[in-house]
């Protein structure tokens, strides 16, 4: 059901457009919080958000737990090519930097937590490739990630050979096509020294942390990743099959 929209709440649409419009922003891209739009157009918060209610009903911005609005609308993206959909390489080209992927270490361990071999669909006692990297754009770094790969899933796993594609990769090595990935964020400070210290970053800044599960065609979860990022450069939350 269309949300009706007052005279003012108009305002806020008019200005949000014309934001995303002015500044070129693209999909995933960060808007000011409701807040800081209220202050700027001298208008209620509670009239911001009912505004915003009415542009995330028609697709052109969404709305982030406890991050924040983000231009686009937040739907599932649908491609041909599942190696094209990399959000990190496309904002890497948006920004004129090239996209960086660097192994920072690596090992097979246990698999660290429950919630991971639930995920995974392995018991709490098996083993998985563990690779940390460091995700940059040129020389800025913007996230830093763990993954996690069941060794049962794949046997003469090689490490040094995900310094690009991961899931070419898999698909190589195992003969199975991958099909789907799904993310969910959430905000949180940042308080580990040495993250912080590696991102570039203070502690105590506002970040993102993605976990994503990235599945075969035929349904098999053969991949759990969490990632810390760094907001102000990098945002995404999607679901996305082939």
Do not use: W
């Amino acid at each position: 059901m269309t949300i009706k929209v007052t005279g003012k709440q108009q305002e806020v649409i008019d200005f949000i457009e014309q934001k995303i419009s002015s500044a070129n922003l693209k999909s995933g891209d960060k808007l000011d919080t409701e807040a800081g739009i209220a202050k700027h157009i001298g208008i209620t918060r509670s009239t911001v958000r009912e505004a915003t209610r009415y542009l995330v009903e028609q697709g052109v911005i969404y709305r982030v737990k406890g991050s924040g609005l983000y231009v686009g609308s937040g739907l599932p993206v649908q491609s041909g090519n599942f190696h094209e959909l990399s959000p990190f390489d496309h904002q890497a080209q948006q920004a004129g930097q090239s996209a960086v992927r660097r192994v920072v270490s690596s090992a097979i361990i246990q698999v660290p937590t429950v919630q991971i071999a639930h995920a995974l669909r392995i018991k709490p006692n098996e083993q998985v490739y563990y690779l940390e990297r460091l995700m940059s754009f040129g020389n800025m770094p913007v996230s830093f990630e763990q993954t996690h790969i069941p060794v049962a899933i794949c046997h003469g796993f090689e490490f040094n050979q995900i310094e690009h594609s991961k899931y070419g990769y898999m698909e190589r090595l195992t003969g199975k096509k991958v099909q789907m990935r799904e993310q969910d964020i959430s905000a949180f400070n940042l308080h580990d020294t040495e993250l912080a210290e590696m991102l570039g970053v203070d502690t105590g800044q506002a970040m993102i942390e993605l976990r994503e599960l990235v599945s075969f065609e035929d349904g098999t979860p053969f991949e759990y990743t969490v990632a810390t990022i760094n907001s102000d450069l990098f945002n995404i939350h999607q679901v996305t099959k082939r």
